[in-house]
């Protein structure tokens, strides 16, 4: 159970009322694959504002769900923010999903999605 990311602050901040831990689960589930979409998109089109806004949607979660890639996607944030024409973030894009697409399928075993 939980590789690929942690429910220590998930916990803490649900006073370790497990239906809510649960609902935060979910909540990670519908909201942070649909961000990781926009930003599989995104980047290789060179949209910056939707790279910008879908990672700066999906860091509070990120960070909670610790997935150990916040600094990562804050540089996909920043590629996006700053619109940095000079520099290739097709690196650090595929660590954030991978990430992504491991937590996602961990969580949903973990708490049967």
């Known amino acids: 159970m939980s590789q690929h990311y942690k429910l220590?602050?998930?916990?803490?901040?649900a006073?370790?009322?497990e239906d809510f831990v649960a609902a935060l689960a979910a909540?990670?589930?519908e909201e942070v694959p649909e961000d990781a979409e926009r930003l599989r998109s995104a980047v290789p089109s060179k949209d910056y504002?939707?790279?910008y806004q879908?990672?700066?949607?999906?860091?509070?979660?990120i960070d909670l769900f610790?997935?150990?890639?916040?600094?990562t996607l804050i540089e996909v944030q920043d590629w996006g923010k700053f619109e940095q024409t000079?520099?290739?973030?097709?690196?650090?894009?595929i660590t954030?999903?991978?990430a992504v697409d491991q937590a996602v399928n961990e969580i949903k075993a973990d708490f049967g999605l």
Do not use: C, S
């Open 86 to 93: 000079d520099k290739n973030i097709d690196q650090q894009l």
């Open 15 to 17: 006073e370790d009322d």
């Open 27 to 29: 909540a990670f589930i």
């Open 66 to 71: 610790e997935l150990g890639v916040l600094e």
């Open 96 to 98: 954030v999903l991978t």
């Open 54 to 61: 879908a990672a700066h949607k999906m860091k509070p979660t």
């Open 8 to 13: 220590h602050r998930v916990r803490e901040m």
């Open 49 to 51: 504002k939707e790279a």
